[in-house]
């Protein structure tokens, strides 16, 4: 039993190709000089956490295993393929193959950037024993252009919705959460939604219907670097 940080890296990132003559993966573009995978695994490694599995894409799966195992000697790191984009949480099922009975996983998404450490609070040894899943929700004036999460009085989720025409809260789900190992059982429950991925949104929303799915809201930046703007706002507030 461990923790252990999945963190979804295959994404091409469609939006920042050309930007700075970017021809590869998002997660491979430099942040302040330092490429972006690497930013994010330098961010969780200050958490505390030093078992990771990247999922990458078959087209830059060597380079993301160079670029990062050269700069994390130390770390743990393992990686795996996900051979068709088919959403968050198939990505996130390619991790199965690492993930054992028991274990607590952080799941991130590699573009998303925080200006705190959203697991300090955490009792992650007393999380391993109960299980369940923990979101992570910020207060927003858009919350239609996010997931949106409703929780309760005692910090129990109640609902998600993906970017909702009428917004029933204003906390928008942020790209971490953590989640029990039978996360990867409960991934083979899921069917594709309307775009034909297998969404996050649907591996929470089973959490949430067995009352298992807790929120942790939180204050600081958050990061969503998808596209060029938002890579120079996160290159200004990691400076």
Not at 134 to 152: C, H, L, R, W
Request: hydrophobic share 40%.
């Amino acid at each position: 039993m461990g923790i252990k940080c999945v963190i979804a890296a295959g994404g091409l990132g469609t939006r920042l190709q050309g930007f700075r003559d970017n021809d590869k993966t998002k997660v491979l573009l430099e942040v302040n000089s330092i490429p972006m995978i690497n930013q994010q695994i330098n961010q969780l490694n200050q958490w505390g956490v030093e078992e990771f599995v990247i999922i990458t894409n078959p087209n830059f799966d060597s380079l993301i295993r160079e670029v990062t195992s050269q700069a994390f000697p130390d770390l743990i790191i393992k990686y795996a393929i996900q051979d068709n984009p088919k959403g968050i949480s198939h990505a996130f099922s390619k991790a199965e193959q690492y993930i054992r009975t028991g274990d607590t996983v952080i799941f991130v998404l590699g573009d998303n950037f925080f200006e705190e450490n959203l697991i300090k609070e955490l009792d992650l040894n007393k999380f391993s024993d109960e299980g369940g899943c923990i979101i992570f929700t910020t207060k927003v004036t858009n919350p239609n252009e996010f997931g949106v999460a409703s929780v309760d009085d005692l910090g129990n989720v109640t609902h998600i919705e993906e970017k909702p025409k009428q917004p029933k809260s204003n906390l928008a789900v942020v790209g971490l959460y953590i989640f029990d190992s039978l996360a990867m059982d409960n991934i083979k429950k899921l069917s594709p939604s309307s775009r034909g991925e297998y969404e996050i949104t649907d591996l929470i929303n089973i959490y949430i219907n067995e009352k298992k799915c807790t929120n942790v809201e939180f204050g600081g930046w958050w990061v969503d670097a998808g596209t060029p703007d938002r890579i120079i706002e996160l290159e200004n507030l990691l400076t």
